[in-house]
Every structure is written in C-alpha cells, then in structure tokens.
C-alpha cells in the first residue's frame, strides 16, 4: 500500500553525553506547587494536581523561540521534566520510579490570556498550552548521573533577574508518584516527556526578552523570545 504522506521525522531531544531521545508524548502537570497553585487562585489543600499533553513536536532546543501569535500574554512556567524510558498501566510508585530514564529542564510556555478565556467558559486548554514551541527544552541527562532530591534548586531568570526559584522539594507529588497517578489514566511506553509542575513567580514575556530556566545538575535551558 502506498502512502498517502512522506515519512515524517519522529522529535527527538538530544541527550547529556551524545545520543537522542526520542519523543512520543508530553505530559503536564497542573498546580504541583502549592505556592503556584495559590498564585493561580486555587485551594492546593482541596485540589490535586491534573493533567494535560502538548504535542511532542511542541519541544524545541534551539536558542531562539519566537512570540506565538493570537496572544498578548505570553508566560514562562520552569519546570522538571522526566524522560521515561519504561512504562505500563495502574504503575506501582516503585516501578513507576524504575520507568523514569533521565531529568531535563523545561519551560512550559503558556498563553495566559487564552487560557483565562478557557477557564472563564469551561471550555479545552489545548490551545493555551499545546502551541508551536511551546515546550523549549533542555538535554537529558540520564538518573544515573545525576543526584536529583528534594533540596534541589529550581529557578529561571529573565534579562537577568529572577523570577522563579525554588526547591523541587516543595513539590506536592514526587516524581514516582505523579508516573504512577498518570499511569491509572494512560499506558505510558518509552519516549514519554512528564513536565511536573512549576513553582510561583509565573510571569509574561516580550519579545528580544532573554530566558535562562536551570535545575541544580542539568544543562540550563536558554532562549531569546523573537
């Protein structure tokens, strides 16, 4: 059978050290800081963490993330992001933690203002969150070589003056146990990205602004907004 379309290429990031990840789906976190879930205006005590996807091909690595358009609100949320390279379903906390390959940084970009108009009409975030280049992205450096812990620091930077920081500590769910919560809703297989929240201090972008997004231990990520 012939194809209608030519092959299409897989996204991939690269990896700490030589080698690609490749990449099947991105999950999100919502509100897994309670400092941030707060700034959100929501109760952290009363509502769990939730989930949502962007497109995997909404990773990008370059230096450069242009300004998406049909928004005047653009955000910065910096975040852990787990590299799976195992999976299943209903994962216990223990295989869950055997399913996650590597750490990297990420910066979940979002249309604030779409999603404000989402949230007032009860309606999809997809175009809020799961826009082009959405998800920059930092290498992957494999578990092995890293020493990832709740003392951890987390922050990012724009134009050279914090905006977020904290400790990946002060995450409601671990690692382990938002793979596991996950997995009660999808299979997870090899190749998925888990973004896992971000701590407060959200806040917009403009253009020829400059990002660094960093975690304690892997490869910073930093862009300019065009």
């Known amino acids: 059978m012939s194809k209608l379309l030519p092959s299409l290429s897989q996204p991939y990031v690269l ?21 941030h879930a707060r700034e959100m205006g929501s109760d952290p005590d009363r509502e769990p963490p939730f989930f949502f996807s962007k497109p995997a091909d909404a990773v990008i690595q370059g230096h450069h ?15 852990l992001v787990l590299a799976l390279a195992g999976g299943g379903r209903d994962l216990t ?28 009409k009860g309606r999809p975030w997809d175009l ?16 092995t070589a890293v020493d990832i812990g709740n003392a951890t620091a ?17 995450m409601s769910w671990a ?3 938002i793979v596991a919560r996950l997995s009660a809703y999808v299979a997870l297989k090899p190749g998925d990205l888990i ?14 602004q400059h990002v660094v997004a960093e975690i304690e231990g892997l490869s910073k990520v930093m862009f300019t907004v065009e």
Request: glycine residues 12%; negative net charge.
């Open 128 to 143: 809020a969150k799961g826009f082009d280049h959405s998800a920059p992205i930092g290498r992957i450096t494999p578990r």
């Open 15 to 35: 990896v700490e050290g030589g080698g690609i990840f490749p990449v099947r789906r991105i999950y999100c976190v919502g509100r897994n800081y309670a400092d």
């Open 93 to 120: 906390p223990e295989a869950a933690d055997d399913a996650i390959w590597g750490y990297a940084v990420g910066v979940d970009l979002t249309r604030r203002d779409l999603q404000a108009e989402a949230k007032d």
């Open 65 to 79: 993330v242009p300004y998406p358009p049909m928004t005047s609100d653009l955000h910065h949320e910096v975040e």
């Open 195 to 208: 973004f896992t929240g971000t701590p407060s201090g959200v806040g917009p972008l403009q253009r020829d």
């Open 175 to 177: 690692p382990a146990e």
């Open 154 to 170: 987390i922050r990012l930077s724009v134009d050279g003056t914090v905006k977020q920081q904290g400790t990946l500590g002060q």
